[in-house]
């Protein structure tokens, strides 16, 4: 006979399912990375996102003996468990802040951390389109009546709600603004996408405002956008290379009369052909520079020891 009392205790163990221990090991692979770097991004002012995003793109690059690569959000997608739209607009953020830097087609984490730039974070609201699309407004419109309609969006005014029964096949939401173009070639550009330039366009305007802070010491630091825009215009319209830039901005800033009005790139791009003829005029203060062909200029061994 059975004791009742007895059947009706539950165990004091409930039963578990077992779960696989799942131990690291170097022997399955491991990503070389500098200490300086990791103490960078540990120190980093990152939100979650963009922290998940830096060390999957280090595992990207790095894990695989990489600087940089060609690596799709997809990818980043699947690695940290973010939508592609949030890997795309936390790898925008990244890249304003120069966490990140895009060569050509690849995409990898800027070395020079002091470089970093964290309170100069594009407002990504800009760069993001909308979720709603003109699918879903056509499932919202088709089929419905013009007083439905105006129910559903009585904020509307009344030349919306016809634009919307009229037309079911369009969206009755506002139009996009057209988001910016980014080119792939640019280290640094406006949140509009406007002005833009390229690494050594950016690393010239760096110079100059250096040599700048010489005349000047209280100048403030400049829009970088701007300043590299204005450099990459000077290249284009007078068919001029960095180095030239560079040495009539030097030339310049040891005049007496030109270092206290050619302040920027901008300043340098109006008189630019005032510097240049006044260069070759005899004792005018000019200084000996050392030609060297121009595609050798962008060198990091040529900016060094003629620049730096």
């Not at 699947?78 to 790898?91: D, F, I, Y």
């Not at 909308?130 to 009344?158: A, M, Q």
């Not at 079911?168 to 506002?174: A, F, H, I, K, L």
């Not at 008189?271 to 962008?298: C, E, F, I, Y």
């Amino acid at each position: 006979m059975s004791n009742l009392a007895y059947d009706n205790v539950s165990p004091i163990r409930p039963d578990t399912e077992a779960v696989e221990r799942r131990v690291v090991d170097t022997d399955n692979g491991f990503t070389r990375i500098a200490n300086e770097l990791l103490e960078a991004i540990a120190s980093a002012d990152l939100t979650a996102r963009q922290l998940k995003l830096m060390l999957a793109y280090i595992r990207k690059t790095y894990g695989f003996n990489k600087k940089s690569d060609r690596i799709a959000d997809e990818q980043i997608a699947q690695l940290t468990g973010l939508s592609r739209q949030n890997v795309n607009k936390a790898k925008k953020e990244l890249i304003s802040m120069k966490c990140l830097i895009i060569e050509g087609s690849q995409i990898g984490v800027n070395k020079e951390v002091s470089a970093w730039q964290f309170s100069k974070c594009l407002q990504v609201s800009n760069f993001v389109s909308k979720p709603e699309t003109s699918n879903v407004s056509k499932l919202e419109t088709s089929g419905v009546s013009k007083l439905e309609t105006h129910k559903r969006h009585s904020s509307k005014d009344k030349k919306d709600i016809k634009h919307t029964s009229g037309n079911s096949g369009e969206s009755s939401d506002t139009p996009l603004k057209s988001l910016p173009v980014i080119r792939p070639e640019a280290a640094t550009h406006s949140p509009k996408g406007d002005k833009w330039g390229t690494a050594d366009d950016l690393k010239a305007a760096e110079w100059m405002f250096s040599r700048v802070k010489i005349v000047t010491p209280t100048a403030k630091d400049p829009n970088w956008p701007a300043w590299a825009n204005e450099v990459r215009l000077l290249r284009g319209s007078q068919d001029v290379t960095h180095h030239d830039i560079c040495e009539t901005f030097r030339w310049a800033n040891a005049d007496h009369f030109w270092q206290t009005n050619i302040l920027s790139p901008a300043k340098l791009r109006a008189k630019w052909d005032t510097l240049r003829a006044q260069m070759s005029q005899p004792g005018r203060n000019r200084q000996a520079v050392a030609q060297q062909p121009a595609q050798h200029w962008n060198s990091r061994e040529a900016w060094e020891n003629e620049f730096l």
